[in-house]
Structures are given as structure tokens and as C-alpha cells.
T-cell receptor
Framework: DTGVSQDPRHKITKRGQNVTFRCDPISEHNRLYWYRQTLGQGPEFLTYFQNEAQLEKSRLLSDRFSAERPKGSFSTLEIQRTEQGDSAMYLC?????????????FGEGSRLTVL | AQSVTQPDIHITVSEGASLELRCNYSYGATPYLFWYVQSPGQGLQLLLKYFSGDTLVQGIKGFEAEFKRSQSSFNLRKPSVHWSDAAEYFCAVAPYSGAGSYQLTFGKGTKLSVIP
């Protein structure tokens, strides 16, 4: 069990650029989640995958955000035309169908800074 | 919609003292409740959970929490704090299985500082 890994750990970009984050979940986990955490706040739900299917999306996930999990393994989160308000820590988590909703295993996060 | 309130933004305790972190939730049915801990540079880690049964639940690192339905609370406790417990603690609520949603809703967190 190597845990949930995220890449890159830190990304600095200029406003208007596109960025992509990758998440590799724990290998046997078929559920994958993306959360966003801003300074002084708790994590906020963005989206959820079960295998390759994206089953739930938050209203926070604007049209500039897209997430994929093409083969039901790793996932990517892309932000197009970044804005300063997108600066946050993007957290990925995974879980298995056999455990209860909410028991998530989190990665260390990818911090985005938009200048 | 579910929500979580953690009234204390920052708490400072002396090493060896007892600790209680408060959490109140709002949810239309019996929720699944969690406490997570986030240490600097590390991912969120599950401390303990409640979804049914005994209202006093034990977790890792000597933590426990008590579910009180009448007060809509799920407070986290530890009898004797260690310096390594300094971190940020998040209370969270999840909808029951079958609700069709998998959103975990977090509170804003309580930062714990420990004085040696």
C-alpha cells in the first residue's frame, strides 16, 4: 500500500494558463474524489468517480474545470484559463466500495498558486 | 443540505492536559460522522468515525469522540495531549449510504497548538 500520490506537489502559474494535476489512488480502490482546500477552510468537494464513471460533480466545478479517470485508475484534474481565485490546495482521495462513505484516504495535495 | 460547525478556530493546550474539540452538525437523518487530522505537509488522516451503535467511539492515537444526537454534536477528546498532536483537526459529515451522494462535508477546522 503506497498510499495516494499526487503530482505535482506545487504548481505556480500565470493567470490565464492551463494546469493539470494527476492523482494515483491506492491500487485496489475504485472510488476517487477531488477536493479543494483554501486557506482557513476545510476541504470542499469537487467531484467523485466510481471506476471510470464521474458520478457526482459539485457546483464549485465550473466549466473551466474538467476531471477524468479514463481507465478507472489514475485521474487528472485540469483547470483552463486559471484565475487568481483558483489558488488553493487540490486534494485527491480514494476509497473502496467495501468501506463506508466518508472513510477516505487522502493524498498530500497539489498546491496551486496563480499569479 | 448537510453542514458542520467547528466553533473554535484555534486552541492552545499544555502538554499533558486534556483536550476537547467541538463539532456540531446539521443533517436531516442520522449522519456518518468523522474526525480527520491534517499535520503540516501531510495528507488528511482519519482519526475515527461513527455511523451506528455505541455513541462513544475510539480512534487512533488515543482519541475518542462522543455522538450526542440531542445536541447534534460529535466532540473529539483526548485525556492527555502530546506535543505531536499539534495539527489541524477537521470534523466531517457524510450522507448515509443510499442517499445518492458521496460528498463529505468538512468543518473549517480547529488548529491545535501544544505548549511544551
Amino acid at each position: 500500500d503506497t498510499g495516494v500520490s499526487q503530482d505535482p506537489r506545487h504548481k505556480i502559474t500565470k493567470r490565464g494558463q492551463n494546469v493539470t494535476f494527476r492523482c494515483d489512488p491506492i491500487s485496489e480502490h475504485n472510488r476517487l474524489y477531488w477536493y479543494r482546500q483554501t486557506l482557513g477552510q476545510g476541504p470542499e468537494f469537487l467531484t467523485y468517480f466510481q471506476n471510470e464513471a464521474q458520478l457526482e460533480k459539485s457546483r464549485l466545478l465550473s466549466d473551466r474545470f474538467s476531471a477524468e479517470r479514463p481507465k478507472g485508475s489514475f485521474s487528472t484534474l485540469e483547470i483552463q484559463r486559471t484565475e487568481q481565485g483558483d489558488s488553493a490546495m487540490y486534494l485527491c482521495a480514494s476509497s473502496s466500495l467495501q468501506i463506508i462513505t466518508g472513510e477516505l484516504f487522502f493524498g498530500e495535495g497539489s498546491r496551486l498558486t496563480v499569479l | 443540505a448537510q453542514s458542520v460547525t467547528q466553533p473554535d478556530i484555534h486552541i492552545t493546550v499544555s502538554e499533558g492536559a486534556s483536550l476537547e474539540l467541538r463539532c456540531n452538525y446539521s443533517y436531516g437523518a442520522t449522519p456518518y460522522l468523522f474526525w480527520y487530522v491534517q499535520s503540516p505537509g501531510q495528507g488528511l488522516q482519519l482519526l475515527l468515525k461513527y455511523f451506528s451503535g455505541d455513541t462513544l467511539v475510539q480512534g487512533i492515537k488515543g482519541f475518542e469522540a462522543e455522538f450526542k444526537r440531542s445536541q447534534s454534536s460529535f466532540n473529539l477528546r483526548k485525556p492527555s495531549v502530546h506535543w505531536s498532536d499539534a495539527a489541524e483537526y477537521f470534523c466531517a459529515v457524510a450522507p448515509y449510504s443510499g442517499a445518492g451522494s458521496y460528498q463529505l462535508t468538512f468543518g473549517k477546522g480547529t488548529k491545535l497548538s501544544v505548549i511544551p
